[in-house]
């Protein structure tokens, strides 16, 4: 449905004799039937107060008139009375599916899902919301998580429904693959292929997908070692690990993240950089990677080239509020005040409860030859400068109030 449509509940004459689907219609009950904007007419088409249907079923948990709700069983017995009702739209909506129309399609399946669920019609949802999510992803990342997530939902749903489903148990495997939760992929294959029975693709394919989560698990595993060797002060033990499987996945850009990581956090800070120079790509947009060159840089001598890199890491990264703590230390102390403080802006801007920022405006007041302006600073703070004998030596809080005073800042 366009923007330009709209659902408007209607009422049949009294007395009238109307029949849709076998059910003879009841004049006290509201019928949606689905308008546009350039709907003026009065006359109304049954197969309007069909769409109507449909649209009112599909938006049944939004409906805020509540008649979907109260005339739920009413409305389905209309739709349902036709033949082949449930198989006709599902057949629609694998068209809409084909055309990418997935907005009309998602409208058809959510009403059918209402109207006589089914394992089909939540696989078909959830491929829909995919659909939606892979359009969304290069543009709109809110968008693309919402979606996402209601792949999710509609299969975690259908699981409910149909607990003992083979294809639904395949694609909550797929969807949890294609995530990195292999874990959970793994469960759900595992289900899967012991109860499908049938040699076909589909199952070599699930086959072959539990394979790459095991190796997946295996990696993550290896991988967290490393991490609990490190954090726990055992570096030796660590770096020797970190290179062992940096050798072994044939020096694969995560395992020289992880081995120059190690290194670094070891204070091995020379064999850090170069391990990750190693890997330095122009088209890499890892925040992570390119704050453990910049502390490796730093720590071997090279300070503006630090600093570049960890400009990168906050540019990419500007979620993370510690690219910036870092950089607003690093220009703190190569006497690089304008910078330090465009760095502490940022980091305000990402999180102004961030832990570090008191101590670190105190340390730039403490060595720039000016004093940090906090940003956005209520109005009830300002100094006011005016000039004013009477508005000075009165009792008023001037700083609240500069309507009398010919200064106003707050403006």
């Not at 259908?158 to 949890?176: G, K, N, T, V």
């Not at 000016?370 to 004998?389: A, S």
């Amino acid at each position: 449905m366009d923007n330009k449509s709209y659902i408007e509940y209607i009422k049949i004459p009294p007395g009238s004799s109307v029949i849709m689907g076998g059910v003879r219609l009841n004049p006290e009950i509201p019928l949606p039937v689905l308008r546009s904007g350039n709907d003026n007419t009065s006359d109304v088409e049954l197969s309007a107060i069909k769409t109507g249907i449909i649209y009112a079923l599909s938006h049944y948990a939004s409906d805020s008139k509540g008649f979907a709700h109260k005339y739920l069983d009413y409305y389905k017995s209309i739709i349902l009375g036709e033949e082949n009702a449930v198989l006709n739209l599902l057949t629609a909506a694998k068209v809409r599916i084909e055309k990418k129309d997935y907005d009309n399609a998602e409208t058809l399946l959510k009403a059918i899902s209402i109207l006589m669920p089914n394992e089909e019609t939540f696989i078909l949802l959830s491929a829909v919301y995919a659909y939606k999510a892979a359009e969304a992803q290069k543009t709109n990342i809110e968008d693309y998580e919402a979606y996402d997530n209601l792949v999710f939902e509609t299969l975690k749903a259908a699981r409910a429904m149909f607990p003992q489903s083979s294809d639904i148990a395949y694609e909550l495997a797929s969807f949890h693959f294609r995530e990195g939760n292999f874990v959970s992929s793994a469960e759900y294959l595992d289900e899967f292929i012991a109860s499908y029975k049938t040699e076909d693709a589909r199952l070599k394919n699930a086959k072959k997908m539990r394979s790459k989560a095991a190796e997946a698990m295996e990696k993550e595993d290896e991988y967290a070692e490393v991490y609990d060797l490190i954090m726990t002060d055992r570096f030796d033990e660590g770096i020797k690990k970190a290179l062992a499987l940096y050798e072994k996945y044939n020096k694969e850009y995560q395992y020289a993240l992880l081995y120059g990581w190690a290194l670094r956090v070891s204070r091995k800070f020379e064999e850090a950089r170069n391990v990750l120079l190693s890997c330095l790509k122009s088209d890499n947009t890892d925040a992570l990677f390119y704050n453990e060159l910049a502390m490796s840089e730093w720590e071997v001598g090279s300070k503006e080239l630090a600093k570049v890199y960890m400009k990168t890491a906050e540019d990419l990264d500007r979620d993370n509020p510690s690219y910036s703590s870092n950089l607003v230390l690093m220009n703190l102390y190569t006497s690089d005040y304008e910078n330090a403080e465009k760095s502490l802006y940022n980091l305000i801007e990402t999180d102004d409860k961030d832990p570090m920022i008191d101590s670190l405006i105190k340390e730039f007041n403490a060595s720039a030859p000016y004093k940090f302006v906090y940003p956005n600073k209520d109005k009830d703070e300002h100094e006011c400068d005016c000039h004013d004998k009477e508005h000075i030596q009165s009792d008023e809080h001037h700083h609240s109030d500069h309507t009398h005073c010919d200064c106003h800042k707050h403006d």
